[in-house]
């Protein structure tokens, strides 16, 4: 049996019957991350210390019976969620040496239930691209073609759980963030509605956007941590308390809307075919499929850009060189802020600075922070309407497979093009997830599998009908 290949469900099983031992897969993890990461860098940081330690008190509570389903299971956690006592650096030299003084509320959630915590893992900076090209720190490669990125920002989170280096992991999501790296290494991610899981302790970006979510090896893996991560949270007053009820809904008389904004121009050839296919099986399998238009689709990538962008301007004045991260020392104050910032800050953060606080400035904030604002309540009501016609919504996550390493730097415009397909969701604070349907050239593709508020046991339900088929 070899033990990096299992999935939560089958480690769990093992653990129970007294199979194998906590420390034991925690051993095989560690092991796997020393032979393979030094190819993929999926990795910031590996916490063995800490994860032998848990791995004990796992097989401790499995000897007292009072194991959950998450005791015991190696997982690996994004370098911008906080874990008291471990460094947290959202791969930014601003934040090299910083050490979280306390946990996030979705990491004192899975310490509850007796998680092993493998390590950090590596990311755009400050979670902001497409690719983990963007890390101040290693790029990340994709399991599957090493010539390739992973997808981003969640990309050393999605390479670890696709080279079985976790069995699964912590990502977060502003927009395409899980469910990209996702579709591009071949795993499950799912994007939670907005407000469904806490943000307390997670480094903010843009913080009316971000949430924290699962990747994971099969649906139902991803089902069972979204479980434990959810509701109410007095350190996030955007949390709700959100109760998951298991739903039992079939393909069977589902309607299924299919976006034709999702499949213009630009779609790679293949990649809709693989979609297409998805969206026949699920039509043989008895659902009804529903020509839908979300008619402001054109215009979600440039609101999220402004509305993101101008968040991160405000989230990240707190990185002054005062407080905590880097300081560097200067004749005055002022000469200490500019200094920190632009030694500590990579070039995509300073990019999306400038971007955000033009936004926001006097004389442009109604020409372009107020016109986004607009638009989304646009894109809002598309999808109400939509969603009066369809329960779940159908379409590629991204317009091609992984792109190679290198292809897209010099053009950030072609990078922000990858989020287009996601956007919109990601407005609307909707719940999304990918779930690998098949390949092009090798490459792994992701559907995407959209529902209304707070309806992620309607997606995990039929995404978990599609991944037997």
Same mark, same amino acid.
């Given at each position: 049996?070899?033990?990096?290949?299992?999935?939560?469900?089958?480690?769990?099983?093992?653990?129970?019957?007294?199979?194998?031992?906590?420390?034991?897969?925690?051993?095989?993890?560690?092991?796997?991350?020393?032979?393979?990461?030094?190819?993929?860098?999926?990795?910031?940081?590996?916490?063995?210390?800490?994860?032998?330690?848990?791995?004990?008190?796992?097989?401790?509570?499995?000897?007292?019976?009072?194991?959950?389903?998450?005791?015991?299971?190696?997982?690996?956690?994004?370098?911008?969620?906080?874990?008291?006592? @471990? #460094?947290?650096?959202?791969?930014?030299?601003?934040?090299?040496?910083?050490?979280?003084?306390?946990?996030?509320?979705?990491?004192? #959630?899975?310490?509850?239930?007796?998680?092993?915590?493998?390590?950090?893992?590596?990311?755009?900076? =400050?979670?902001?691209?497409?690719?983990?090209?963007?890390?101040?720190?290693?790029?990340?490669?994709?399991?599957?073609?090493?010539?390739?990125? /992973? $997808?981003?920002?969640?990309?050393?989170?999605?390479?670890?759980?696709?080279?079985?280096?976790?069995?699964?992991?912590? $990502?977060?999501?502003?927009?395409?963030?899980?469910?990209?790296?996702?579709?591009?290494?071949?795993?499950?991610?799912?994007?939670?509605?907005?407000?469904?899981?806490?943000?307390?302790?997670?480094?903010?970006?843009?913080?009316?956007?971000?949430?924290?979510?699962?990747?994971? #090896?099969?649906?139902?893996?991803?089902?069972?941590?979204?479980?434990? *991560?959810?509701?109410?949270?007095?350190?996030?007053?955007?949390?709700?308390?959100?109760?998951?009820?298991?739903?039992?809904?079939?393909?069977?008389?589902?309607?299924?809307?299919?976006?034709?904004?999702?499949?213009? #121009?630009?779609?790679?050839?293949?990649?809709?075919?693989?979609?297409?296919?998805?969206?026949?099986?699920?039509?043989?399998?008895?659902?009804?499929?529903?020509?839908?238009?979300?008619?402001?689709?054109?215009?979600?990538?440039?609101?999220?850009?402004?509305?993101?962008?101008?968040?991160?301007?405000?989230? *990240?004045?707190?990185?002054?060189?005062?407080?905590?991260?880097?300081?560097?020392?200067?004749?005055?104050?002022?000469?200490?802020?500019? @200094?920190?910032?632009?030694?500590?800050?990579?070039?995509?953060?300073?990019?999306?600075?400038?971007?955000?606080?033009?936004?926001?400035?006097?004389?442009?904030?109604?020409?372009?922070?107020?016109?986004? @604002?607009?638009?989304?309540?646009?894109?809002?009501?598309?999808?109400?309407?939509? =969603?009066?016609?369809?329960? *779940?919504?159908?379409?590629?996550?991204?317009?091609?497979?992984?792109?190679?390493?290198?292809?897209?730097?010099?053009?950030?415009?072609?990078?922000?093009?990858?989020?287009?397909?996601?956007?919109?969701?990601?407005?609307?604070?909707? /719940?999304?997830?990918?779930?690998?349907?098949?390949?092009?050239?090798?490459?792994?593709?992701?559907?995407?599998?959209?529902?209304?508020?707070?309806?992620?046991?309607?997606?995990?339900?039929?995404?978990?009908?599609?991944?037997?088929?």
């Amino acid at each position: 049996m070899e033990l990096t290949k299992l999935t939560i469900k089958q480690a769990h099983e093992g653990l129970t019957k007294k199979e194998f031992s906590s420390v034991d897969l925690a051993k095989a993890h560690l092991d796997k991350i020393k032979k393979i990461d030094k190819d993929l860098n999926a990795f910031l940081s590996v916490t063995e210390e800490l994860a032998l330690q848990q791995a004990q008190e796992a097989d401790k509570r499995i000897k007292d019976g009072k194991a959950t389903e998450l005791t015991g299971i190696p997982c690996a956690i994004k370098d911008n969620i906080l874990i008291a006592g @471990q #460094k947290c650096t959202a791969a930014s030299k601003i934040l090299e040496n910083y050490v979280a003084p306390y946990d996030a509320t979705v990491i004192q #959630k899975l310490k509850e239930q007796g998680i092993v915590m493998l390590g950090k893992t590596n990311l755009d900076e =400050f979670a902001m691209g497409s690719s983990t090209e963007n890390s101040a720190f290693k790029i990340t490669k994709n399991p599957r073609d090493l010539e390739r990125v /992973p $997808g981003g920002s969640s990309g050393g989170s999605a390479a670890a759980v696709a080279a079985n280096m976790a069995c699964c992991a912590l $990502g977060s999501e502003t927009n395409g963030s899980v469910r990209l790296p996702a579709s591009f290494c071949g795993v499950v991610g799912l994007k939670p509605t907005y407000g469904a899981v806490s943000r307390y302790g997670l480094i903010a970006f843009g913080s009316s956007l971000d949430q924290v979510g699962p990747l994971t #090896k099969s649906v139902y893996d991803a089902k069972v941590i979204f479980k434990i *991560l959810i509701g109410r949270d007095e350190m996030d007053a955007t949390s709700t308390d959100y109760k998951f009820e298991d739903s039992d809904v079939s393909l069977k008389g589902l309607k299924i809307g299919v976006p034709r904004e999702y499949f213009a #121009k630009g779609i790679n050839k293949d990649v809709e075919i693989i979609i297409r296919n998805s969206i026949k099986k699920a039509e043989d399998a008895g659902a009804k499929i529903v020509d839908i238009s979300l008619p402001s689709t054109e215009y979600a990538l440039a609101a999220y850009y402004i509305v993101a962008t101008s968040e991160a301007s405000a989230n *990240l004045a707190r990185f002054d060189g005062i407080k905590y991260g880097l300081s560097v020392d200067g004749e005055d104050l002022l000469s200490v802020y500019l @200094q920190s910032r632009s030694k500590g800050f990579g070039a995509e953060i300073k990019r999306r600075i400038m971007l955000g606080t033009f936004s926001l400035s006097s004389g442009y904030y109604d020409a372009y922070y107020k016109k986004a @604002q607009e638009t989304i309540r646009l894109i809002k009501d598309d999808f109400v309407n939509a =969603f009066e016609k369809v329960d *779940l919504i159908f379409a590629p996550v991204c317009p091609t497979p992984a792109f190679k390493i290198g292809e897209k730097t010099k053009d950030p415009l072609s990078m922000y093009l990858s989020d287009v397909l996601t956007s919109g969701s990601s407005l609307a604070g909707l /719940p999304g997830l990918s779930l690998p349907v098949g390949k092009v050239d090798n490459l792994p593709v992701g559907l995407q599998i959209i529902g209304n508020h707070f309806q992620e046991n309607k997606i995990l339900a039929i995404a978990a009908h599609l991944e037997k088929n």
